[in-house]
């Protein structure tokens, strides 16, 4: 192994969190982008080849170690690691619409889902996976709500653009711009 | 048209469980979904008729969303029920709103499907650093019965200090004794130093009990208590007055 792949795991380890490609270039000053994913690259093929229980994922704009999924069910049940609770269908729904529409207000989302939203959003925020990213025009210049990097990591997904793309879905209407 | 007053349900009555809905579209999708109806074609009658029949046993308050659903239901129904203008091409279908909003929502609810579908893959798999939540305390370290705890904790609350409003110091001050010693004292001599009253190496108790007996006395009108220069001795002085009675 090289000493910076060697330095990756090290820094993939301590970090609670994914890290970035320029975030693991600063852990050695003279390694490069390309640098950095050709020894991400053999750290990943180290763990796949070796049979470890865990793997280096892309997600949330970074790389994080994760264990394997068919480690799961036994480490959960020997209590752990325990797993996040579920999103109840109306977190589900605003997040949804959060993700397709955003930067989007209180009221788009209320009209879209015919409930009120307060209570939902507001736990949203609490648990990180939206945020207040602008105002809106219009009386009260309304808060705008887009969705986090953690909500990237909740879903396990590298970027916004892995969202499924509205043609893919069973039910297709406007794309997001069109729609009032 | 009253909200409450009976409502008449087309066919059969529908019996839903209402928290079992996100809100009132996921409810008209229900409806409509369960009865295999066009999406295009909603028979909006029956359907806000079903609609207020599921929705009358809420109460008021969580009912809000729901209601102004079925206001909304009925004004399309009322819009129906005009005359359309025969061969007019430029007639809306009230409907077309409704149906827009239905299939966005239900666009939202796939995706929704998706997110959790998702969500709960990456659930699978685990980072550092997280920790299981403390669901369960750890096991008591001793074993003790009720009797015990409450014993203990009586004798606890004893212990403890209360609140000190005030705390009364006995005084030892003995002014009977003093006053005593000054009248004997003025028995047999007509003036005196204060400090032949006090003796040698008297206590702080003993200066202030004379002191106190002193000055009771010169109220009193027995004594008369002078210092000629500032710091000088005190002298104490047999009352006049005292003589003449």
């Known amino acids: ?180 | 048209m009253s909200m409450a007053a009976p409502v008449q349900v087309a066919d059969r009555p529908f019996l839903v469980q209402l928290d079992a809905f996100s809100g009132p579209l996921d409810l008209l999708l229900h409806l409509i979904r369960e009865q295999e109806i066009d999406i295009a074609d909603i028979p909006i009658g029956r359907i806000a008729d079903q609609f207020l029949a599921a929705i009358h046993q809420l109460g008021l308050n969580e009912a809000a969303d729901y209601l102004e659903m079925a206001a909304y239901l009925l004004r399309i129904k009322v819009a129906m029920l005009l005359p359309r203008p025969l061969g007019d091409d430029e007639w809306e279908d009230p409907r077309a709103e409704l149906v827009r909003r239905l299939l966005e929502y239900e666009q939202i609810r796939e995706i929704a499907d998706w997110v959790s579908r998702q969500a709960g893959e990456r659930s699978d798999r685990f980072a550092r650093g997280l920790l299981p939540e403390a669901a369960e305390l750890p096991p008591p370290p001793l074993l003790l019965d009720l009797q015990e705890l409450l014993a203990t904790a009586e004798r606890l609350v004893e212990g403890l200090p209360g609140q000190v409003l005030h705390r009364v110091v006995p005084r030892p001050l003995d002014t009977e004794g003093a006053t005593l010693r000054i009248r004997e004292l003025l028995a047999t001599r007509e003036r005196f130093d204060l400090l032949e009253l006090l003796g040698s190496a008297p206590t702080v108790t003993d200066v202030i009990s004379c002191l106190i007996a002193l000055l009771e006395l010169a109220r009193l009108g027995e004594l008369i208590v002078s210092q000629d220069v500032p710091f000088g001795s005190v002298a104490i002085t047999r009352a006049v007055a005292h003589e003449a009675h």
């Open chain 1, 1 to 180: 192994m090289r000493s910076l792949t060697k330095l990756i795991e090290a820094a993939l380890f301590a970090a609670a969190r994914p890290v970035t490609i320029d975030e693991l270039a600063g852990l050695d000053p003279e390694a490069g982008e390309h640098d950095v994913r050709a020894a991400l690259d053999e750290l990943r093929l180290a763990y796949d080849a070796g049979g470890h229980g865990i793997e280096v994922v892309e997600l949330a704009d970074g790389f994080q170690i994760l264990t394997r999924r068919e480690c799961a069910e036994a480490i959960a049940e020997a209590r752990l690691v325990h797993r996040p609770r579920k999103l109840s269908a109306a977190a589900l729904e605003t997040l949804a619409i959060i993700a397709y529409r955003q930067p989007v207000g209180r009221a788009d989302i209320e009209q879209i889902r015919g409930v009120q939203a307060d209570g939902v959003l507001r736990m949203l925020q609490e648990r990180g996976l939206i945020d207040v990213v602008g105002r809106g025009e219009g009386i009260g210049r309304p808060l705008l709500y887009g969705t986090t990097a953690a909500f990237l990591e909740l879903l396990g997904l590298k970027d916004l653009s892995e969202l499924p793309r509205l043609e893919e879905l069973s039910v297709a209407l406007k794309p997001p711009g069109e729609v009032r």
